[in-house]
């Protein structure tokens, strides 16, 4: 066997074992993902809560913060005391409070580019927290939800795949090197299909809204993962961290689901949604 062929078989055995401990990671996590999503009350918020936590300690260690100083103390702060806020009954002070979290930290950094970094990345996690918390508790809450994470998991799932085994065209080469159109219209059209399907499973009869929502959902959730990539590669790092074996870190596994779940609550207060209820503005009831 010539150095070539040995290159390439060790690359396809890598590629099988880390597909292998992808699944082996998504068959332990995802069945405790959807439980607490099902129960939804104090333990789901406690989740998302500590999947803010550790994406915004992801974000910290990425853009060259210490793991804990005052900077990323401030930010871990601003998280708990918003997200307890937030279901104590006061939305606006749960913005506010990542708002002015994120102004001390900049401020306390002196300014600094890394203070802005930090900054941007409280304000990011803070409203997605806060996103996926206030989802949960409006009134289609579950289905909602369900629905998010269908749609977020099936452009990510088949977007693999498809570009894997259709391939052509690179989606964005500079930024993602593996990502295809194929994989970005394949994840596209497999999240409005199975977020259809499973708006109707929950008994809404009138699907176009949902489907149209599937479709900003996947694209937004797509930029989101391009958008991780892009800071990954301006700090040279390849994963987030190794917290999960097969995915990486936390932020590997829910980019997409963060800007996504922005989106969602931004369109849903554009649209006439209350900050204890932003998914009400969509009116897909």
Request: glycine share 12%; aromatic share 12%.
């Amino acid at each position: 066997m010539t150095q070539g062929s040995e290159k390439i078989a060790t690359s396809a055995t890598s590629k099988m074992s880390d597909l292998k401990l992808r699944f082996l990671s998504a068959l332990v996590l995802g069945p405790v993902v959807i439980a607490l999503v099902y129960f939804g009350g104090f333990a789901y918020s406690a989740m998302i809560l500590v999947a803010a936590l550790l994406f915004q300690y992801e974000w910290f260690s990425i853009t060259g913060s210490k793991a804990l100083d005052v900077l990323t103390g401030i930010g871990y702060l601003s998280l708990v005391l918003s997200v307890v806020g937030y279901i104590s009954g006061y939305p606006l002070i749960a913005v506010g409070v990542i708002v002015a979290g994120a102004a001390l930290l900049y401020l306390v950094s002196g300014f600094s580019i890394r203070g802005r970094w930090g900054a941007e990345g409280l304000v990011y996690s803070g409203l997605a927290l806060l996103s996926l918390v206030a989802a949960r508790a409006g009134q289609d809450g579950l289905a909602f939800v369900v629905f998010l994470l269908v749609v977020v998991w099936a452009t990510d799932i088949f977007a693999y795949f498809v570009g894997r085994f259709v391939g052509g065209p690179k989606l964005w080469r500079r930024v993602s090197p593996n990502k295809t159109w194929s994989g970005a219209l394949g994840g596209l059209a497999f999240s409005i299909a199975l977020g259809s399907l499973c708006a109707f499973l929950f008994g809404y009869t009138d699907l176009t809204g949902w489907a149209l929502l599937a479709i900003a959902l996947s694209l937004v959730s797509q930029a989101g993962d391009l958008l991780e990539s892009a800071i990954k590669r301006r700090f040279d790092v390849k994963d987030s961290s190794r917290l999960i074996p097969g995915h990486g870190g936390i932020m590997d596994r829910i980019d997409g689901l963060v800007s996504a779940a922005i989106l969602a609550s931004a369109l849903g207060l554009a649209f006439g949604g209350t900050l204890a209820d932003p998914i009400s503005g969509l009116g897909l009831s």
